[in-house]
């Protein structure tokens, strides 16, 4: 219960953002964009939740502090240790600095409204920084851990409080991952699982990678991890943590 009231009031420092869907029908990337990141950074999670918002997919390598595998590819993408850091190879783009990031992806995948009031500077910093504070360092530091031959994919959505402590173990691991970004684009996806079950709805989600997990699994719910390389799909996030430990760490 400690744990996810931390992960509650991180969200809600973060005021939500990268929850729900914000744009329906976003053209999408040509190719998979692919993003440098580091979970616990303010910077990173801005990016992360306008992907959720424009409803993206991405590649996500991981580049804690004192982490060995991806850093110096960002170096030579971007000339310089900065992150976040994000290709997209369609457009053959290359850019650094989160409010860059962020205007680029919904000038380019988004609409005219742009991403809100709470997304501008200064206000998306401080709120983010407030967010990254309460995770005292999580996310940020490299621990050893081999390294999977096939990418890791998680259905998530970035301010949820489950999913939080999944993706701050794949950075601390340096595990690659493609997320699959699962924001809320109907009253229906508010409802948890078992809601909707007690109910009897017909639930017809309208993300595709909500549809794609409901036809998967039987069930929406985040996170949810697919492990390739061990022929595994798994929910519930102490035992994807488990998971990670058992095959990964070191």
């Given amino acids: 219960m400690l744990r996810l009231a931390g992960q509650l009031t991180t969200s809600t420092n973060a005021l939500w953002r990268g929850t ?21 950074c303010p910077h ?7 992907l959720t918002e424009l409803d993206l997919d991405a590649a996500i390598y991981p580049c804690p502090k ?10 030579e993408l971007g000339g310089r240790e900065r992150f976040p850091l994000l290709v997209d190879p369609g457009e053959g783009e290359v850019l650094q600095q ?23 500077k200064p206000i998306a910093r401080i709120r983010s920084v407030m967010a990254s504070a309460t995770r005292i ?11 999977p031959e ?13 999913t939080r402590v999944v993706r701050e173990r794949l950075c601390e691991l340096q595990l690659p991952y493609v997320v699959r970004n699962c924001g809320k684009a109907s009253l229906a996806d508010y409802l948890l699982p078992v809601v909707r079950d007690a109910v009897g709805m017909n639930y017809e989600p309208a993300s595709p990678n909500r549809s794609e997990l409901l036809a998967r699994t039987g069930r929406v719910a985040v996170p949810y991890l697919v492990d390739p390389n061990q022929d595994m799909g798994l929910y519930d996030s102490d035992r994807i943590l488990e998971h990670l430990r058992h095959f990964y760490q070191i």
């Fill in 98 to 120: 989160s409010s860059r990031i962020v205007a680029y992806l919904w000038r380019q995948y988004g609409d005219a409204e742009g991403p809100g009031l709470t997304s501008r």
């Fill in 66 to 75: 004192g982490g060995d595998r991806f850093r110096n590819r960002a170096v």
């Fill in 137 to 147: 360092g999580a996310g940020l530091y490299a621990k050893p851990a081999r390294r």
């Fill in 20 to 40: 729900s869907v914000r744009v329906e029908g976003t053209e999408r990337p040509g190719e998979l964009l692919h993003l440098y990141d580091m979970e616990g």
């Fill in 44 to 50: 990173c999670r801005l990016v992360r939740e306008a």
């Fill in 150 to 162: 096939r990418l890791l994919e998680l259905y998530s959505f970035e301010s949820s409080p489950y």
